[in-house]
């Protein structure tokens, strides 16, 4: 086999990207869903992802976000047949190689089981685990009143995300809702996102708040969260509620360590972008 040739991706590129995703990960998950994490990278990131082309077929993905000083990496996948080839070796290096030279200080990144070894041989690090769980069928409050649903972002929402976040990631969000995501709030208390099924990031002062804001989004028909284990109160909560682990990855870094507010991180955004 010939050298795989790596490229910048563009928007037409997203079905083969989607097809490598899917078959790198094993997924079923509707294309839609998949096509629009990839949209979301390209519109906030033109630069942000990038092709392994083998005999002119799309064969590897890698994609990464930049907040400031920090920049997050996911979506990295080689299609079954060509792994342990060097292919995702050689992505990475690409995508950490224009991240320097962006003067990023921190990447953060939630690796698969699949993808842990090579990134630890990049000299990432472990922080904490991040869990996902499904909420279908959780044991939840019903008629919850407090909660606000809404296609805006209050200015409060955006202070409290950056604060608890660590730097400003507005321009996804932003992303996101573009895309329909709803934006569900507890006022000065905290937010989470809703975009089809998927619920993160969930913000919140306490486990109160977070259980309301839960609950309002299990009627709107999330069905999945991601939750970071360095938040016993999270980890908590998912006990409590009956939620059903499905995928663990472990949050990883190169790099200065990022200050965030672990507390009230209830639910992070998602793998590919924090």
């Known amino acids: 086999m010939a050298e795989a040739v790596i490229r910048l991706a563009a928007h037409r590129d997203i079905p083969w990207m989607v097809e490598v995703f899917r078959?790198?990960?094993?997924?079923?998950?509707?294309?839609?869903?998949?096509?629009?994490?990839?949209?979301?990278?390209?519109?906030?990131?033109?630069?942000?992802?990038?092709?392994?082309?083998?005999?002119g077929r799309v064969v590897g993905i890698?994609?990464?976000?930049?907040?400031?000083?920090?920049?997050?990496?996911?979506?990295?996948?080689?299609?079954?047949?060509?792994?342990?080839?060097?292919?995702?070796?050689?992505?990475?290096?690409?995508?950490?190689?224009?991240?320097?030279?962006?003067?990023?200080?921190?990447?953060?990144?939630?690796?698969?089981e699949a993808?842990?070894?090579?990134?630890?041989?990049?000299?990432f690090i472990d922080e904490y685990k991040t869990i996902t769980y499904d909420i279908g069928d959780a044991r939840l409050p019903?008629?919850?009143?407090?909660?606000?649903?809404?296609?805006?972002?209050?200015?409060?929402?955006?202070?409290?995300?950056?604060?608890?976040?660590?730097?400003?990631?507005?321009?996804?969000?932003?992303?996101?809702?573009?895309?329909?995501a709803k934006i569900l709030t507890v006022k000065n208390k905290g937010y989470c996102m809703l975009w089809n099924t998927k619920l993160g990031p969930l913000i919140a002062k306490d486990p109160d708040t977070a259980l309301m804001l839960l609950v309002k989004a299990r009627e709107l028909g999330a069905t999945?969260?991601?939750?970071p284990d360095a938040n016993p109160q999270a980890m908590k909560?998912?006990?409590?509620?009956?939620?059903?682990?499905?995928?663990t990855c472990t949050r990883m870094r190169l790099g200065s360590k990022h200050v965030e507010d672990i507390k009230k991180?209830?639910?992070?955004?998602?793998?590919?972008?924090g």
């Open 237 to 247: 909560l998912m006990k409590e509620i009956g939620g059903k682990i499905t995928i």
């Open 23 to 55: 078959r790198a990960y094993e997924v079923e998950e509707d294309f839609s869903c998949i096509a629009a994490s990839f949209d979301v990278n390209l519109e906030v990131q033109p630069d942000g992802c990038f092709l392994a082309l083998s005999c």
């Open 62 to 112: 890698a994609c990464y976000v930049t907040y400031d000083g920090l920049a997050w990496v996911g979506l990295v996948g080689v299609v079954p047949e060509l792994q342990r080839r060097g292919i995702g070796t050689r992505l990475m290096r690409r995508v950490l190689d224009k991240l320097r030279e962006a003067g990023v200080t921190t990447i953060r990144l939630d690796a698969s």
């Open 142 to 180: 019903t008629n919850v009143e407090g909660v606000e649903v809404s296609h805006d972002i209050p200015k409060y929402v955006m202070e409290l995300d950056k604060a608890v976040f660590g730097t400003d990631r507005l321009r996804v969000i932003k992303a996101w809702v573009k895309r329909s």
């Open 224 to 227: 999945s969260i991601i939750v």
């Open 265 to 273: 991180i209830f639910g992070i955004l998602n793998y590919a972008k």
């Open 115 to 123: 993808g842990y070894g090579l990134y630890k041989r990049l000299g």
